[in-house]
């Protein structure tokens, strides 16, 4: 069936559209036989309760991909804090296999989070990633969970004449043509590509805002 979220937030950010549409598969298939032979995918759940489950599920992985007799690997996730301890604990794992793992990642913004209000307007005590391991030693970045300030408003204006940012607050309505405050209008789940942008499906960056 199709993927429609999670049970923690129900932001579209998970979803099966993003997974089939992934970017980062799209270039691997372009470049097959070209640059490298793409052995193939491995999806793992993540999100496990304890911390055995979520080794158990490394181990798994990496096992797949040496059955694949794959000599390298490149990990996509979907965002979360729980979900990193999993993610990174098959890229040690992959490491330990003698697989050269790339990690491909948005970065955590305290900004967003909000965890004390004095971290808030920096997020300068936030470490881009909330758990890591030394054998994640090649991560690529796609960004962090919020840009620095609102966007502009739109020039111009086709449909109505207001917008729902976060199926949580559907009652919550901001005017389509006014300036836009991602982090206020949707917290730390924005369904915005180039806000939320796990895969690098944007083509904008923030310093084109």
């Known amino acids: 069936g199709a993927i429609t979220g999670d049970a923690v937030v129900g932001y579209p950010g998970k979803c099966t559209w993003l997974h089939v549409n992934n970017p980062v598969l ?10 490298f032979d793409w052995a193939g995918c491995i999806i793992a759940r993540t999100r496990w309760g304890a911390l ?18 794959a000599q390298g690997a490149l990990v996509t996730w979907n965002h979360g804090g729980n979900d990193l301890v999993e993610v990174m604990l098959t890229i040690q794992e992959l490491e330990r296999a003698g697989i050269k793992t790339v990690f491909l990642t948005i970065e955590s913004d305290i900004k967003v989070v909000r965890l004390s209000p004095e971290l808030a307007e920096t997020g300068s005590d936030e470490p881009p990633l909330l758990f890591s391991v030394a054998e994640a030693d090649a991560i690529v970045s796609t960004g962090t969970l919020a840009p620095a300030g609102a966007l502009p408003p739109a020039g111009r204006v086709v449909g109505g004449t207001e917008m729902t940012f976060d199926q949580e607050r559907p ?17 730390a789940y924005s369904p915005i590509f180039g806000h939320f942008d796990n895969y690098g499906l944007g083509r904008q960056s923030y310093h084109d805002y």
Not at 52 to 69: F, G, N
Not at 171 to 187: F, I, K, Q, Y
């Open 26 to 35: 799209e270039a691997l298939y372009a470049r097959q036989g070209q640059d």
């Open 52 to 69: 055995q489950e979520k080794q158990l599920s490394a181990y798994q992985t990496v096992k797949l991909a040496r059955m694949l007799d």
């Open 171 to 187: 009652d919550v309505r901001t005017p389509a043509g006014g300036a836009l405050d991602l982090e206020a209008l949707s917290g």
